[in-house]
């Protein structure tokens, strides 16, 4: 169960990070589409990520559903400068930093105890509408995960 919820808890802080490409074509309400995605086990199936501007940074609020149906829910509030900033609500992860790579890509660091516990890719489409989120990395009991989630513009753009 441990292991559910550690996987759980990364793929939202990686969905969460697909927000952060700091335009107003990235605000706004995204959801996971099940169908098109590979999720690692025990991974939710549904749930939602809100991208909002906090003053010169970034807020990001993930709620979903975990494995044993209860619900979850972490922040982030940062910028896109590849330094670390804390993350509220996640048992699992307590800093994460990104990193812009290209005009629609970042890559992203999921630290616990300043461990680096997994890394991703968040890759914006280019016509906006979806983000394509890669993660992968090792949960407590040291077992590797890979996940590839799709997310799809829901509402609320600017």
């Known amino acids: 169960m441990e292991a559910r919820t550690v996987v759980l808890t990364l ?7 697909a927000g952060c490409f700091a335009g107003d074509e990235d605000l706004g309400t995204w959801k996971l589409n099940e169908t098109k995605s590979k999720l690692a086990p025990g991974v939710p199936k549904d749930h939602t990520v809100v991208y909002q501007d906090a003053d010169d940074n970034v807020k990001i609020t993930v709620d979903g559903t975990s494995p044993d149906g209860k619900p979850t829910h972490n922040e982030w509030t940062g910028k896109f400068d590849g330094k670390d900033y804390p993350v ?3 048992p699992n992860s307590d800093a994460r930093s990104y990193k812009k790579v290209g005009a629609r890509t970042l890559e992203l660091t999921v630290k616990k105890n300043g461990k680096v516990v ?14 394509t989120v890669t993660t992968s990395g090792i949960d407590p009991q040291g077992k590797k995960f890979k996940s590839t989630a799709l997310y799809d513009f829901a ?3 600017q």
């Open 11 to 17: 793929a939202l802080c990686f969905v969460a990070a």
């Open 88 to 90: 509220i609500g996640d």
């Open 118 to 131: 997994a890394t991703g890719r968040l890759v914006m489409s280019s016509d906006g509408e979806t983000r």
């Open 155 to 157: 509402y609320g753009r």
